[in-house]
């Protein structure tokens, strides 16, 4: 990805697409041999810094150090990965021993610098070394060998000229191809840009992934009830095929047979599915979320850090609720989209929100459901739409805010329509529907008749419209 840009260059961000392949048996093994060649140069880069750390002298960790390594192996050590995408790998090692190292130096000891070796690692192609067109990848492989062509199954959502990496990776079971484009920041017409002094306070949470609330009274609820729901139906389904499985799983240090390797790779498959329909809806509620900003001119979004409470035991279940809430993620997801439409975003202490009236700023205690009542100025009102308000309150330079009693709208949406719970419906739409008489298997198929003998009457029973009467 290019370092230098224009100087009178606006702005830009960087967004990722995850776009899977369709590969032919050839191209499949192809694929897979970049990735082994990738992790056998990661190998090479662990080995290389045992040698040195037991012979007591300075690991190898900076990328120019590393590339000159790679540069004295000579051409075809790593079969047909070319020196872009070993140098991918040199770079990924080396930002991530750094930042061991500076976690380190800050007191975390627990972090560790890299070590595990990988069988297939991700490689990456930077711009002006792959060619893009349509759905079709070209990417590049060592000398003498011939290029690899991908197809996508699907168009990229970027403009092809913005487009800056494509990385090729696998998980969960299948391949996939990262594509990377450099993207300039919304721009507006005069007078209807996010405005910086209009704030809105957000509050993060399970049953409601956002509950904003921005000047004169208005406020914004997104339900996650569809998100719960498949975060149950999954768990649900994962306990049966577990088992279901138990009985032919091998036992430990005994090695699985072909069987076994399809169960696990099955797995792999439904628990990757699910991880991309819950970040799809978690895109699906912060796009919301950014729309119905911009549509004001929000351009400040103060935000309650509820990172805080992760490390609190609340019991079995509730440690799995925080355990699938996903924080880190969805604030990541709001900081990107947000910096796309231009809107700054401030993380806050959001210790008390939940307990405090924003009407008179009093304590009071603390709600059991979602309706907030206030003992001293008798306000009622949606308890996380009170705490947004709160937040919004601390600001950084301070704001002035709308109480919610001034009778704004509060629009209620719905994030996930594509999961179980957005709908009335009980039935779970990830199952096939079921088959019904218009649906039903018309029987095994016979040949064609002749033209001209069209008819759907059964050849015994040409010509006669009563049934044979039964052999004696």
Known sequence: MPRRRDVGAGPVVHRTARIGLRLTHAQRQRCFGLLRAAGDVWACVLEING???????????????????????????????????????????????????????????????????RSLMPVRWYHATFTLTGRTVRLPTARGCPPLLIRLDRPVPYPPQTVRAVTLLFVDGRLWVDVTAELPVAAYPAGQQPDPGRVAGVDLGIIHPYAVAGPHGDALLVSGRAIRAEHRMHLADTKTRRRATAARAPSR???????????????????????????????????????????????????????????????????????????????????????????????????????????????????????????????????????AFTIATRTPGGVTTTPPAMGGVVTHRRAGRHLPGATRARRDPRRRPPRTATTRSVGRRRPAPPPGEESLVHPGERGSTTPPEPTR
Request: net charge positive; aromatic share 6%; with cysteine.
């Open 253 to 387: 240090g005994e090695r699985g047979s072909r069987r076994w390797r399809k169960t696990r790779r099955r797995a792999r498959l439904v628990e990757g599915r699910h991880h991309r329909r819950i970040r799809q809806a978690l895109h699906e509620a912060t796009t919301t979320v950014i729309s119905w900003a911009v549509d004001r001119r929000i351009g400040t979004l103060t935000v309650g850090d509820p990172r805080g409470v992760l490390d609190k035991p609340a019991g079995r279940r509730h440690n799995l609720r925080l355990r699938q809430w996903q924080i880190g993620r969805t604030l990541a997801i709001l900081h990107d989209k947000a910096a796309l439409a231009g809107i700054r975003v401030h993380l806050v202490d959001e210790r008390g929100t939940s307990s405090t009236c924003p009407t008179c700023r009093q304590k009071i205690p603390k709600p059991h459901g979602r309706v907030m009542t206030c003992p001293h100025c008798q306000f009622v009102g949606h308890r996380d739409v009170a705490a």
């Open 51 to 117: 040698w040195r750390r037991r012979r007591g002298d300075q690991p190898v960790a900076g990328y120019q150090h590393l590339c000159r390594l790679l540069a004295e192996s000579g051409p075809g050590v790593f079969g047909e990965l070319d020196s872009t995408g070993a140098r991918s790998v040199l770079r990924r090692y080396s930002d991530a021993w750094f930042s061991a190292a500076a976690r380190r130096k800050a007191g975390a000891l627990e972090v560790r610098y890299p070590r595990r070796r």
